[in-house]
């Protein structure tokens, strides 16, 4: 796998020490019940689609940047993930409605854990430079049900 994309513009190495894992499944909010590409984008390429530039501080914030947020669903509470991406949708309603449930694929890019303050089950995809949504593996999209919705 390549990542000249990935470190465009940077000279840190965000692959370093870093490997794939296709065996788990990973977590994601996405826009419909059908994932896009743009379901995929980083941070750092939404930015540069519009034309604006991130301020990094360090390479651990830059390809943190870079990188694509999605939480392990092995070895954690599923549920306790889910009434994050709950509550988030509760206090912004602009959030993706969808649950994607995927396996990264062989061809996909790297995977590094990067707990946050939202989950200790929090990682970041760093995709090569053929990534595609299509190379996703077991993929399966739930809407996130809100209480009031599931009257």
Request: aromatic share 8%.
């Amino acid at each position: 796998m390549t990542f000249e994309v990935l470190h465009e513009g940077t000279e840190c190495n965000c692959v370093d020490g870093v490997g794939t894992d296709t065996e788990s499944t990973f977590l994601r909010t996405v826009g419909g019940n059908q994932p896009k590409e743009r379901d995929f984008m980083s941070h750092w390429e939404r930015y540069k689609k519009q034309g604006k530039e991130i301020e990094a501080k360090g390479c651990a914030d830059t390809c943190g940047w870079k990188g694509v947020s999605m939480n392990k669903a092995d070895g954690y509470d599923e549920e306790e993930i889910i009434t994050v991406f709950r509550q988030r949708l509760m206090f912004s309603p602009q959030s993706k409605m969808y649950i994607c449930r995927f396996k990264t694929g062989s061809e996909n890019g790297v995977v590094n854990h990067t707990p946050n303050d939202d989950h200790d089950s929090h990682h970041d995809l760093l995709k090569c430079d053929v990534f595609s949504v299509e190379k996703l593996e077991s993929v399966s999209v739930v809407k996130i049900e809100l209480e009031d919705d599931a009257d």
